[in-house]
C-alpha cells in the first residue's frame, strides 16, 4: 500500500509548481533553462559560420545584409532532475502521530515527487541513515510516483544519521547539475554537512535543506524529573529539564544558526520545517517564496 | 548550658536521625521520573556539561540549608537554655520580690501608678511560678521590710501581702533590701532561686552605694536569677516639690503671726508656672496664708516668706501645700514648731573685761541677743535670760534649765579655761538636748573641750564635737576671706541666708581665726569660707547639738558682729539648737523617731497613729535606757503628722493631743524627687556584670511572663531563626528551581 500523498499540499504544490532556479541539465525538452544551446523558439545569439554548421541554422537575412554567413543560436529548453535525499535515520523517529519527523519528512518528500513528476521532471528518491538504504534512480514516468511512496512507506529507521559523507558521494556522482532536495533533521556537525553542502554546490546543483524539526526541540518544554533516553545511540540522561531549558535553547539556537548562516554562504536555500506546521502551509510558503526568488 | 525539655535526648537522637530526611525525599524524587526518548542528544549533553556543577552546588546549599533547619528544629525543641539549671523547667524555685515602694512609684502613667503596674506585675509572675514554689515579699524603701508570707508556699498569703502593698513617701536604698535577698535565698532549700525587683528604677536610686550595690548584685545573680521589672514610665512628670518648712524666727511665740521660709524647688525638665503654695498653722481657716511661686526654671529653688499663727504653747502642727505641679507626693510638709516663752542661755566668756565690757569676747554676741523689738521671743528682752560667766567661774550648776550655751573665747591664756567638772556637764547637757556653740579660740586641750572629743561622758563612745580644731586661720587684711554662701546646703538651717536680703553674710571678711579639722562623718558643714575651708560645723547628738565656727566671736581678725546679717546668724542658730530640741520632732519618711515619755507613763503601753491609717499601730511600752525610758519607731514611711498614745485611751481612737500625746512630723524624704529620671534599659544591663534578664510591666500586662526569658531558654529565639531560615530556605528553594 502506497503513502497516501496529502491533498492539500499536493494541490497547492503543483498550483505553484517546482522551478529551477538555475540552469540544469535535461535529458529533454523541458520547462526548464538548459546549458545547451539549440534550436529551439528563444533566440539567444548569432556566431559565425564555420565548416560543420548545419546549413539549415545560417540566418540568411543577415546574410543579405552584410554577405557573411552566420549561424542563429537558440536557447534549449530542458527538463531537470530532483533528487530527493530523504533522512531516515533513528533520530528522525521523534514526535507522535502528524509531528513526527519521519513522518512528516516522508509526506514531504512525495509531495514533491509527485509535482517534480507531474510537471514533467524526472525525480530520484535516496534514504539514507548511517548507510543509503535505498535509492530510486530519476526517471519522469508516471509510474516513479509509485516507487518513491512505496519506498517511502516501507523504510522503517533502523541506525543514526551520518549524512555529510554521504551527500559527497552524491555530489561526487551525479554528473548532470540538477536540484537537491535534503530531507533531514540534520543531527550531525554543522561543519562537515556545510562541506557537503558547498561539494554540491560547488557541482553546480541547486541545492534545498528541508530542516525537518519538533517544535520540542526547539522549545525544549520539559518539566519534572525526566530521563532521556538517546534515540540513536545508548546515552541516557536524568535531569531536571527546567534547570538546563536555558541552556539547551542557547546551544540548540547556535547550532540552527549556523547551519542557516552556513546554508545562504553556500546559496543553499534553507527552509525550517517545523513538524508542528501543516505541510501545505510549509509548502505552500517555500514554493511561492522560490517563485518570487526566480522572477527576481 | 543545658535543655529544659524533660525528653531532650531522645529529641536529640530523632534530630540527628532527620538529618537522613532531605537526602532520602532527594532520591526519592529522582527515582520517580518520565522516560522521554530523545533525538537531540547532543544539545542536551552541552546545556548538561554548562550546568550541571552549578546545579549541583546549588542543591548542595540547599540540603545543607534543609539540614540545618531540622538540626535547628530539632535543637529548638530540646529547649536550650544558657544558664546551668537543675531540674526541668517545672522544677519548684524559691522565688524573693522585692517591690519599690518609695515616693516615685506614685507616679500616674497610662496604666495606673507605677506601684499598681509592679502590683500587676508581681501578680502575674506568682502565678506563673511552678508549683511549690516558695515566695518571699520584701518591701523597699529608706529600710527594708520583710512582708512575709508566714507560709512561703502559700500564694494566697501572697497575693493578699502585695495587694495591700501601700505607697511611702521614703526614698529607696536597695543595699538593704538586696542583703536581705541573699539571705533569704541563702535560707532557701530549693535549687532554683530567682530574685524579681519590681521598680521604676529610678536613676538617683541605683546611685546610691553603687559599688556595694554591684557587690550584692553579684551575689545575687551567683545564688540564683535576677529579673529587674521596670514600669512602664511616659514623660517625667512637671513636678515642684516642697524641699523646706522653717520658722524664720528663732523662738516663736504663741498667740503670734509666725513668718515661715518655705522653699520650692522645680524637680523637672520644665519650666514650671502657676504654682501657688499655702500655709496653714493652728487654725486652718483663719491663719493659712497663700503665695503664688514665680515661674521656675528646672532645678531652681524659690524662696517664699508666708506667715501662720501658732496658737499653742508647745508643739504647732504647720503644714505647707504646694497646688499646681502633676506630682501630688512631695506637695505637702508638715512641721512641728514648738513656741516658748522663756529662754535661759549661757554664755561663757574667756576674755571677761568687767572694767571694759566691750573689750569682752562676749560684748557683741550679748547685745546680738539682747536686742529687742519685734515679734519673736529673741527680740522680747523679758523673754531672754541670758546670763554671762567668765570661763574661770563657770561651774556646772549654771547649765541647769539652759536650753542654749555660747563658748566665746576661751583657750586665749590659762583663765580661760574650762575646768572638767563643767565640761563633764556640758556634755550631759548636750545629751539631754541642749545647744553648745563654740567660736574659735585656742586648741581644744587649751580650751578644756578636750574631754568632749574623747569618749568620757559619750554615750556613744565617740567624740560629742563636730569637728577638731586645726592650725590657725590667717588671712592677709588686703585678701581676706569671705563666706561661700552658695556652700549653704539646700534645707540647712541656714539656708534662708542664701537669698536676699540675709545673703549679704556673704561679705563678711575674716583674716583669723582656727581651722575646723578632722570633720566627723555625720557632721553637716552648714557654712564654708570662699576657700573651701569650712567655717561652720553642725553635729547633733540627740537632741541636743553643737556648732563649731571657725571664726572668733568678738572683733577680733573678723567683722562679722558688726554685719547686719549677724544677729539673724545668732537666731539661726539658736533657732536650730531649739529645734534640735523640739527636734527630732521633724523627721525625713524612713528615719527612725524616738521619744522619751514622761517616767510615770514608763510601764504605759503606746500605739502610733498613722496618718491615713484609722488602725494604731501597737508600740509596747518604752524601754529604759540610761535610766529613762524611750520609745522607737521605724514605721514612718509616710509623711504626715504621727501621733503616739497611751493604748486603750480615748486619745487612741480620736488622735486627740489630750497632753499625753506626743507628736512627730514625717515628711517626704527630698531626694527620692530631687530627679526623677529613670535608667533605660541598656543603662540598667550597663551596671551588672552579668546582664540580668529585663521585663516590663507593660509587657507582663499584656503577654504574661514568658518564663522561657527567666530561664535563659533560647527557643523563642531559635524559632525566629528556624522561621527565617524556612523563608530562606523557600526563596533559595525558589531560586534553585529557576534556570540556570
Known amino acids: ?296 | 548550658m543545658s535543655f529544659l525539655s524533660p525528653a531532650w535526648f531522645t529529641t536529640a537522637l530523632i534530630g540527628l536521625a532527620a538529618i537522613s530526611l532531605p537526602i532520602i525525599i532527594h532520591y526519592l524524587f529522582r527515582s520517580r521520573y518520565r522516560v522521554v526518548p530523545w533525538a537531540a542528544m547532543q544539545f542536551l549533553k552541552k546545556s548538561l556539561e554548562e550546568t550541571t556543577r552549578r546545579i549541583q552546588f546549588r542543591e548542595l546549599l540547599l540540603l545543607l540549608l534543609r539540614i540545618a533547619l531540622l538540626l535547628l528544629l530539632a535543637f529548638a525543641l530540646m529547649r536550650p537554655s544558657s544558664k546551668q539549671k537543675q531540674g526541668d523547667t517545672n522544677s519548684p524555685v524559691d522565688a524573693v520580690f522585692i517591690i519599690d515602694t518609695s515616693a516615685s512609684m506614685a507616679i500616674a502613667e497610662k496604666a495606673g501608678t507605677r506601684l499598681e503596674q509592679a502590683k500587676q506585675a508581681a501578680m502575674k509572675i506568682l502565678d506563673s511560678l511552678p508549683s511549690q514554689s516558695t515566695i518571699h515579699i520584701l518591701q523597699t524603701g529608706q529600710h527594708v521590710i520583710d512582708l512575709g508570707p508566714a507560709s512561703p508556699t502559700n500564694r494566697d498569703q501572697a497575693r493578699f501581702i502585695i495587694q495591700k502593698l501601700e505607697q511611702s513617701n521614703e526614698a529607696v536604698h536597695l543595699l538593704p533590701a538586696l542583703q536581705q535577698a541573699v539571705e533569704v535565698l541563702g535560707r532557701g532549700a530549693l535549687a532554683n532561686k530567682e530574685v524579681y525587683l519590681f521598680s521604676d528604677m529610678q536613676r538617683s536610686d541605683w546611685n546610691l552605694d553603687s559599688a556595694d550595690l554591684q557587690n550584692s548584685w553579684a551575689t545575687l545573680q551567683q545564688l540564683g536569677e535576677v529579673i529587674l521589672v521596670q514600669t512602664q514610665h511616659e514623660a517625667q512628670p512637671a513636678n515642684a516639690a516642697l524641699v523646706n518648712l522653717r520658722p524664720q524666727v528663732a523662738l516663736p511665740l504663741p498667740g503670734e503671726r509666725v513668718p515661715f521660709l518655705v522653699e520650692v524647688r522645680n524637680t523637672s525638665a520644665t519650666t514650671l508656672q502657676g504654682l501657688t503654695v499655702t500655709l496653714r498653722g493652728s487654725d486652718a481657716e483663719r491663719d493659712s496664708d497663700t503665695q503664688a511661686v514665680p515661674p521656675l526654671k528646672p532645678g531652681e529653688t524659690a524662696p517664699l516668706t508666708l506667715t501662720t499663727r501658732l496658737d499653742k504653747r508647745g508643739k504647732n502642727v504647720v503644714t505647707a501645700e504646694l497646688q499646681g505641679d502633676q506630682l501630688a507626693i512631695d506637695n505637702r510638709l508638715d512641721a512641728i514648731v514648738e513656741t516658748r516663752d522663756r529662754l535661759n542661755v549661757l554664755i561663757i566668756d574667756g576674755q571677761p573685761n568687767e572694767a571694759d565690757p566691750a573689750q569682752s569676747a562676749s560684748y557683741f554676741l550679748a547685745h546680738a541677743l539682747r536686742s529687742s523689738r519685734g515679734q519673736s521671743l529673741l527680740e522680747s528682752t523679758q523673754a531672754v535670760e541670758l546670763n554671762v560667766v567668765a570661763a574661770s567661774d563657770a561651774y556646772p550648776a549654771q547649765l541647769t534649765d539652759v536650753q542654749a550655751c555660747f563658748l566665746i573665747g576661751l583657750g586665749t591664756s590659762p583663765t580661760s579655761k574650762l575646768s572638767n567638772e563643767f565640761v563633764d556637764r556640758l556634755a550631759t547637757f548636750v545629751q539631754n538636748g541642749g545647744g553648745l556653740v563654740v567660736f574659735a579660740g585656742g586648741t581644744l586641750a587649751e580650751m578644756g573641750l578636750d574631754r568632749l572629743a574623747s569618749s568620757a561622758g559619750n554615750i556613744k563612745g565617740t567624740s560629742l564635737l563636730p569637728a577638731n580644731w586645726g592650725t590657725p586661720l590667717t588671712a592677709l587684711p588686703s585678701a581676706p576671706l569671705t563666706f561661700d554662701i552658695n556652700s549653704i546646703p539646700t534645707g540647712s538651717f541656714l539656708s534662708i541666708f542664701r537669698h536676699p536680703p540675709l545673703d549679704r553674710l556673704g561679705q563678711t571678711e575674716t583674716t583669723q581665726g582656727r581651722a575646723l579639722t578632722e570633720i566627723q562623718n555625720d557632721t553637716l558643714v552648714a557654712l564654708r569660707f570662699s576657700n573651701g575651708e569650712p567655717a561652720l560645723a553642725l553635729r547633733t547628738e540627740g537632741t541636743g547639738c553643737v556648732i563649731m565656727l571657725a571664726l572668733h566671736g568678738d572683733m577680733r581678725g573678723t567683722d562679722a558682729p558688726l554685719r547686719p546679717g549677724y544677729l539673724p546668724w545668732v537666731q539661726a542658730m539658736i533657732g536650730q539648737m531649739l529645734s534640735q530640741q523640739a527636734g527630732k520632732k521633724n523627721i525625713i519618711a524612713g528615719d527612725i523617731y524616738t521619744w522619751s515619755p514622761p517616767i510615770d507613763q514608763a510601764q504605759q503601753r503606746f500605739s502610733l497613729l498613722v496618718p491615713g491609717n484609722s488602725n494604731p499601730q501597737l508600740l509596747g511600752t518604752p524601754t529604759m535606757y540610761q535610766q529613762s525610758p524611750r520609745l522607737s519607731t521605724s514605721s514612718t514611711s509616710k509623711a504626715g503628722i504621727y501621733r503616739i498614745v497611751p493604748e486603750g485611751t480615748q486619745a487612741e481612737e480620736t488622735g486627740q493631743d489630750t497632753g499625753q500625746v506626743d507628736l512627730f512630723a514625717v515628711v517626704p524624704d527630698p531626694i527620692e524627687t530631687a530627679s526623677l529620671a529613670t535608667l533605660t534599659p541598656d543603662e540598667l544591663a550597663e551596671r551588672f556584670s552579668q546582664k540580668p534578664v529585663q521585663l516590663s510591666t507593660d509587657s507582663l500586662a499584656n503577654e504574661g511572663l514568658d518564663r522561657s526569658r527567666v530561664q535563659h531558654e533560647w527557643t523563642p529565639r531559635l524559632w525566629w531563626l528556624i522561621l527565617v531560615l524556612c523563608l530562606g530556605e523557600l526563596i533559595f528553594g525558589w531560586w534553585c528551581n529557576r534556570e540556570v
Not at chain 1, 25 to 35: A, K, M, Q, T, V
Not at chain 1, 54 to 79: F, M, P, S
Open chain 1, 1 to 296: 500500500m502506497p503513502l497516501t500523498l496529502p491533498a492539500d499540499a499536493v494541490a497547492r504544490a503543483e498550483a505553484l509548481g517546482i522551478q529551477a532556479r538555475a540552469i540544469v541539465e535535461g535529458l529533454r525538452i523541458g520547462d526548464h533553462r538548459s546549458p545547451y544551446r539549440g534550436f529551439s523558439v528563444e533566440f539567444v545569439q548569432h556566431r559565425e559560420y564555420v565548416p560543420g554548421d548545419d546549413l539549415r541554422h545560417i540566418d540568411w537575412k543577415v546574410y543579405g545584409r552584410n554577405e557573411r554567413y552566420t549561424i542563429k543560436q537558440y536557447q534549449q529548453e530542458t527538463n531537470f532532475v530532483g533528487r530527493l535525499v530523504v533522512d531516515v535515520s533513528k533520530s528522525m523517529e521523534y514526535g507522535e502521530g502528524q509531528q513526527n519527523k519521519l513522518a512528516y519528512a516522508k509526506m514531504l518528500a512525495a509531495t514533491l515527487s509527485y509535482v517534480i513528476i507531474n510537471q514533467g521532471d524526472a525525480c530520484s528518491l535516496d534514504l539514507f541513515d548511517e548507510t543509503w538504504r535505498q535509492r530510486i534512480p530519476p526517471s519522469s514516468q508516471p509510474a516513479q510516483i509509485r516507487s518513491i511512496l512505496l519506498a517511502l512507506e516501507a523504510v522503517e529507521p533502523a541506525d543514526k544519521t551520518t549524512l555529510a559523507p554521504l551527500l559527497h558521494e552524491l555530489a561526487d556522482s551525479t554528473k548532470r547539475r540538477g536540484l537537491f532536495f535534503l530531507i533531514s533533521d540534520c543531527f550531525d556537525e554543522p561543519a562537515a554537512l556545510l562541506q557537503a553542502l558547498q561539494h554540491l554546490r560547488y557541482q553546480g546543483h541547486e541545492v534545498t535543506l528541508l530542516h525537518v524539526l519538533h517544535p520540542d526541540e526547539m522549545a525544549f518544554p520539559f518539566e519534572g524529573h525526566i530521563r532521556f533516553d538517546g534515540l540513536e545511540d545508548a546515552t541516557r540522561y536524568l535531569t531536571r529539564p527546567h534547570l538546563l531549558r536555558s541552556a539547551y535553547r542557547r546551544a540548540f539556537q547556535a547550532y540552527q544558526e549556523e547551519l542557516r548562516m552556513g546554508c545562504e554562504a553556500q546559496q543553499v536555500d534553507y527552509v525550517l520545517a517545523d513538524t508542528s506546521q501543516p505541510l501545505a502551509g510549509l509548502v505552500s510558503q517555500w514554493l511561492s517564496r522560490r517563485l518570487r526568488m526566480r522572477r527576481m
